[in-house]
């Protein structure tokens, strides 16, 4: 099975602050990964697809990245709307998760 | 619009079998894969599994020998069915379906069902 690491679990940032958060593929999976933002009580949002494609109505400071198995979520100019609990996933064999960034304000 | 939305009972026996629906509308069964994604309280997401457009099912290997997938695409809907239900099995369960853009991503979920597993 493939397993997605994610780093870091936690982050505090401040607002219009460069934030970056990674996930590391146990072996290649192209670019099937995917991102999602996920606030308490709410369902995830897609958030990048394809590994570097944004979805639909996601505001532009997004972005991702690959290096090898290596995989980046940035937010440009850290907004308080973008508080909450990012996952990676991989759908290149079956679908895994990442274990989760919480992210919060400083 | 596409919408999901999932139903069944809130709370489940040990070593009961759970039964969720997922009915969805704005778009076709035949058309697009609906998964299943759980999320124990306080964790992580955990796909489950999944039926295809064609009507063929995925599982989490994990999960596999407790867990169907099924649909009734005259009814748009898909269905769960999880035995020997453990205190571990405790989560919400959403349902989700495949991004059109490929690479196997979700883009429209349900709000989720929360299943407690409890004598």
């Known amino acids: 099975d493939i397993q997605m690491t994610q780093s870091p679990a936690s982050l505090s940032a401040s607002l219009e602050e460069i934030v970056t958060i990674t996930c590391q593929a146990s072996?290649?999976?192209?670019?099937?990964l995917s991102w999602y933002q996920q606030k308490p009580g709410k369902s995830p949002q897609l958030l990048i697809y394809?590994?570097?494609s944004l979805a639909d109505g996601v505001p532009s400071r997004f972005s991702g990245s690959r290096s090898g198995t290596q995989y980046s979520l940035k937010i440009s100019r850290l907004q308080v709307e973008d508080i909450g609990i990012y996952y990676c996933?991989?759908?290149?064999?079956?679908?895994?998760f990442g274990g989760g960034t919480k992210l919060e304000l400083k | 619009q596409v919408q999901l939305k999932e139903s069944g009972p809130g709370l489940v026996q040990p070593s009961q079998t759970l039964s969720l629906t997922c009915t969805v509308s704005?778009?076709?069964?035949?058309?697009?894969?609906v998964h299943w994604v759980r999320q124990p309280p306080g964790k992580g997401l955990e796909w489950v599994g999944a039926?295809?457009?064609?009507?063929?099912?995925d599982y989490n290997s994990a999960l596999k020998s407790r867990l169907s997938i099924s649909r009734d695409t005259s009814k748009s809907q898909v269905f769960l069915k999880m035995n020997s239900l453990q205190t571990e099995d405790t989560a919400i369960y959403f349902c989700?379906?495949?991004?059109?853009?490929?690479?196997?991503?979700?883009?429209?979920w349900g709000q989720g069902v929360m299943v407690t597993v409890s004598s």
């Open positions: 989700t379906r495949i991004h059109y853009g490929g690479y196997g991503g979700f883009d429209y």
């Open positions: 704005g778009f076709s069964l035949t058309s697009n894969s």
């Open positions: 039926i295809w457009s064609g009507g063929s099912t």
């Open positions: 072996q290649d999976i192209g670019n099937w």
């Open positions: 394809g590994a570097t």
């Open positions: 996933l991989q759908a290149y064999s079956a679908w895994t």
